[in-house]
């Protein structure tokens, strides 16, 4: 039950934009939360309101007002969220079926709660010795295309090393096996994820008016063919391509801009597959833009939502019997470790093609991955050695007497 606790509800506004804000047990808007909200962008707004309310409720059982508020009662609130804490300060305020935060989850409420209290100096709602706890961090600049100055944050975890999930061949292969892959819509959502590595967001939210699937398109702005990923907050699907870049989305009745993406023949010949057997013969239940839709029963015609492509990948690998979870991501990892390595570890050409700010970002992350291609040199390495071979039987030519 919600009745005593701070929520978060969507705000639909008369122009068609979405807001994420936080009501207080009262039904009345958090006009403080508000202040902080309303900085960022619908995604980011919305990834920050439940981070902050979470952090709201602990302040409600707890019976604490943030003008009372320590730096030491924010770090064992932190060590809360993480399951380091027991107590008042550890899960007293969340609901039996609320987890523990990862360090990625934790970030994103370090980052609001410390945004929270600064933006209370304004009214003096909050302990100077608390400002000055959250500002006291070193600084540092972000490099790549938007270069500014950050803050380190006291309260955020320590990252550790990232080391993305490496999706072998044969998990891909065994995916594509006869009959684990039911529709062609269903071969089409693989094969784009795989070849082109988008985000399932940017995958779900493509229009039609994305697709540029000719050489030399009217839009002037790639001589491939290519597809636009536009971050639009009105999909129907609620699907959210993340983009780094200011989007003007039609010029001359094309969309420009956005992340540019090279699309592979098998993405454009499963595309058409896909809107030749199935879209069209249920295209007059369509009331919208988007690409993807579901095809049969009572929502037939309506936009694929993300989790549904999630739900696909799921009934796929228990079909190709698989004893693994592929995730979306985990194909874009995969496409860009392999782009990473195939031309020849060249971060700033990666980043410009999945459309991210900073070649380090590939170099950090992604990168890692490629490492896998040090195996061949390895190997190498371990064959010219002098030492003998440890076993009797490694010995070339020599077999063992349970063979002869």
Known sequence: MDDDR???RKVRHRDGRLSHWIFTPAGEVHRPALAVLTRYGTATQETYAYSLVDHLNWLHVNNRGPDSVTFDDLRRYMSGVTGQADGVYGLAWRRPDQKPLGTSAAGNVATVVKAFYLSLQVTGEVRPDLVEALTSGRSFTQHGRSKRSIESNPLAPRKGSRRPRFLPDE????????????????????????DGGLRVGGLCGLRF????LTRHHPCGQRADPHVHVVGRDDNPNGARAKSYV????????????????????????????????????????????????????????????????????????????LDVRVLPHSFRHKAAAGLYAESDFNAELVAQEFGWSSPAMVTDVYGKSANRHAMKFLQQAWEATARPPAEHYLTPGVTSGAEE
């Open 6 to 8: 701070f929520v978060v």
């Open 171 to 194: 998990i891909v292969e065994a995916l594509f096996e006869p009959g684990v892959l039911t529709t062609a819509r269903d071969v089409m959502i693989v094969t784009w994820l795989h």
């Open 209 to 212: 008016c994305d697709l540029h």
């Open 246 to 321: 200011s989007a003007s989305p039609t010029r001359d009745g094309y969309t420009v801009d956005g992340v540019i993406r090279a699309v592979s023949d098998d993405m454009i010949s499963t595309f058409y597959a896909y809107l030749l057997d199935e879209f069209h013969p249920i295209q007059h239940l369509v009331d919208h833009e988007q690409i993807l839709v579901h095809l049969g029963g009572a929502t037939a015609g309506a936009a694929l939502h993300t989790g549904g492509v999630r739900k696909v990948l799921g009934r796929a690998c228990d079909r190709a019997g």
